[in-house]
């Protein structure tokens, strides 16, 4: 059986047609069918009654209301006739609605009448035949001869009108195909998901040329001056199939499509000559429940001709929108895939090789993008060991809140739809927020206590000092006492002495407490204060008379501090980290879908009430990706491992925490609803992150 739709016509499917629909040619499908065919095409007379027929012998004759040609149902495009009506005015005349009947029953369309008029009669005079079908109105006294040359002329003009007509018809379809292949490559070029991209390639190239099956492979990245393996991406039939990899070589088709480079067609694979390199592998209709028969094979190539995959087209469908049935397969009844088929997927697949190209490229702009921006996180958090992680924690923990944020239908985000462009910002802003601290200074970041360590060393070699100096000078009274007093008397006076040095002793170990209690980032009270500045005032006296302070005028203001560690020098460094970040982030030339980056991070220490840094924004003026990040900011700086300053909490401590800081009017309270409700915190907890 050969298919209807050979040649270049193809119905196309619904689903396909979109732009094309209002263009679809309405030509009858018979001027599809190929001037070769001649067993489809015969040739009849058909004649009036009154006509002498014997000029016709050698012709299929029949009586013009013969009903041997009436169409039946499905038939009408099953079989084409051409055939010449040679018909009597008179006759004409007076069955006009015979004949108007016959011909609208006739599955033929490529009829013309040549009519025999006793009168001058003009075409549009005959009632029943439209004036297009009549070729000739001819004496009705024209000789036999002559009758016979002009049925055979009108045979050539009907298939000279019917050449036209199929050139036109291929002309048309092939700017179809064209515009078809256009807008292919338009798809392919704004596809950015991998996979999807793989699937549109493989089911558009199938459409093109019509196959019933197909399968994608790409080839895997190489070192060499060859690909080595190609990777079996999708196939129609079963589109989860897992993947494989396949040599390329000449033992399978697709190998070999890859190693010469060249397409390949091949008429059944099921009789393929023992001469061909490559064999078939049955297995795989086995396992599917399938017929391969027909193949169409096409490398893709880039623009240095290298090939990027293979596209494995399978079985030339007889009817575009009808998939094979198993026993057509099973009986080689299956289409034969041609040239042009091959030249219509080869455009395609050129479209395909630039777009899987393409999105290679942006994949490893990707990933050196990402692995940079990992490397830099991981270096900067270095510097504080005990914060590590950190960045990574709050990249899940806002990316999982943006998410779940998309998602939701009701409520004061419902609005608030994220492209996965913007996920993936939201996440670089996440992962980058804390860059800035590369501007603080180490031990700022570091600092646990109030003092710095080399500060309290120094305090305590201070005392240690002064402890030293108190023995030294009473040993030497002690002794001046004994050299003039004598034995006895010296006694009590050792005694004495020896109490009044512990007592003072005992009051340098007072002072030196007080300072390593206050030392702690605790709150501390009026009275403490009062005492450090006492100590402060204090000293030793060296050996030159000069009194060194207990404590320096900076040592005193860091013990100062009423509330945590820093004093207000090292609180505004600490804060410059935010923008740090920013100045550090403009300074990338960020892709359109990323520009956000810089400000998403800026604002992470805002609060809604205006009260925080640098900036002092409201709620207005912090973007939603922001307020994300600060909860996710704040929630792993509460529960992350602990730090020398700071112990770690659990989870509901925070979120009592982050739920006073809502009511506070510091954080956004119904994201906070969103983060608690969808627990959101709990995303690190599979994570190797923690
Ligand atoms: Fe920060
Ligand atoms: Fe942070």
Redesign the pocket.
């Known amino acids: 059986m050969e298919s209807r739709n050979d040649g270049n016509i193809e119905a196309l499917p619904p689903s396909t047609m979109t732009d094309m629909q209002t263009n679809h040619h309405p030509l009858p499908l018979p001027l599809a069918k190929e001037r070769s065919d001649d067993a489809q095409h015969e040739r009849y007379v058909y004649v009036s009654p009154d006509i002498d027929k014997t000029a016709f012998d050698d012709l299929n004759i029949r009586n013009i209301d013969n009903a041997d040609h009436r169409a039946e149902p499905g038939e009408i495009f099953d079989r084409f006739v051409s055939a010449i009506c040679v018909v009597s005015d008179e006759y004409l005349d007076q069955n006009a609605a015979v004949v108007s009947e016959w011909l609208g029953s006739l599955f033929s369309r490529e009829l013309l009448f040549i009519i025999l008029s006793k009168t001058e009669r003009s075409v549009d005079s005959f009632l029943g035949v439209h004036r297009e079908l009549i070729y000739l109105v001819i004496p009705a006294t024209t000789p036999k001869s002559y009758l016979r040359q002009f049925v055979e002329n009108g045979y050539r003009e009907m298939f000279l009108r019917f050449d036209r007509l199929g050139y036109q018809t291929r002309l048309e379809l092939s700017l179809q195909d064209m515009r078809r292949i256009t807008r292919i490559g338009q798809l392919l070029s704004t596809e950015k998901d991998f996979e999807v991209l793989i699937e549109t390639i493989l089911r558009e190239v199938m459409v093109v040329v019509g196959a019933d099956a197909g399968s994608i492979y790409v080839t895997e990245p190489y070192k060499g001056e060859r690909p080595e393996f190609l990777r079996f991406k999708k196939s129609a039939l079963q589109l989860s199939a897992s993947e494989f990899l396949l040599p390329v070589d000449s033992t399978s088709i697709a190998g070999y499509v890859a190693s010469s480079g060249l397409p390949l067609m091949i008429p059944d694979c099921y009789a393929l000559p023992e001469t061909e390199p490559y064999s078939f592998n049955r297995e795989y209709d086995q396992q599917h429940h399938y017929y391969t028969r027909s193949m169409l094979v096409i490398p893709m190539k880039n623009y240095r001709n290298e090939i990027i995959g293979v596209i494995q087209l399978i079985n030339k469908r007889l009817e575009t929108n009808r998939p094979l049935t198993y026993e057509e397969m099973g009986a080689g009844e299956v289409g034969k895939f041609r040239v042009v088929d091959m030249d219509k997927a080869s455009a395609v697949a050129g479209q395909a090789a630039v777009a899987i190209e393409n999105n290679r490229l942006i994949r490893s702009i990707h990933n050196l993008f990402e692995g940079f921006v990992r490397a830099s996180v991981t270096a900067i958090e270095q510097r504080d060991p005990t914060t590590s992680g950190?960045?990574f924690r709050?990249a899940e923990y806002t990316v999982g809140l943006a998410q779940t944020v998309d998602r939701v239908s009701s409520g004061p985000f419902s609005l608030l739809k994220f492209t996965p462009e913007q996920i993936r910002e939201v996440r670089y802003a996440s992962l980058l927020?804390?860059f800035g601290k590369v501007g603080v200074r180490e031990k700022v970041l570091v600092k646990a206590k109030k003092l710095y360590p080399d500060q309290l060393s120094e305090i305590r070699w201070r005392f240690r000092f002064a402890r030293k100096s108190l023995e030294y000078t009473y040993a030497r009274k002690k002794l001046a006492y004994l050299k003039h007093e004598g034995a006895v008397a010296y006694r009590d006076y050792e005694r004495f002495m020896d109490q009044e040095l512990s007592q003072k002793l005992e009051e340098l170990q007072g002072m030196l407490q007080i300072v390593e209690l206050s030392n702690e980032p605790n709150v501390v009270d009026g009275s403490t204060v009062s005492q450090i500045e006492q100590i402060a005032l204090s000293g030793v006296t060296i050996e030159d008379g000069s009194t060194v302070p207990f404590l320096t005028h900076n040592e005193l203001l860091s013990l100062q501090v009423r509330r945590g560690n820093l004093d207000q020098v090292e609180r505004l460094e600490i804060e410059s980290h935010v923008t740090h970040t920013y100045r550090f982030l403009v300074q990338i030339p960020w892709t359109g879908d990323l520009r956000n980056v810089p400000d998403i991070a800026y604002g992470?220490h805002e609060k809604l009430d205006g009260t925080g840094y640098p900036l002092g924004l409201n709620q207005r003026e912090i973007l939603p990706q922001t307020r994300m990040m600060t909860i996710a900011?704040i929630f792993?700086?509460l529960t992350a491992p602990d730090r020398p300053y700071k112990k770690s909490l659990n989870v509901e401590s925070a979120l009592d925490i982050l739920g006073k800081e809502a009511k506070e009017g510091h954080i956004d309270a119904d994201l906070l609803k969103i983060f608690i409700e969808a627990k959101i915190y709990e995303v690190v907890k599979d994570s190797a992150l923690l």
């Open positions: 950190h960045s709050v927020h804390d992470h900011d792993d700086a």
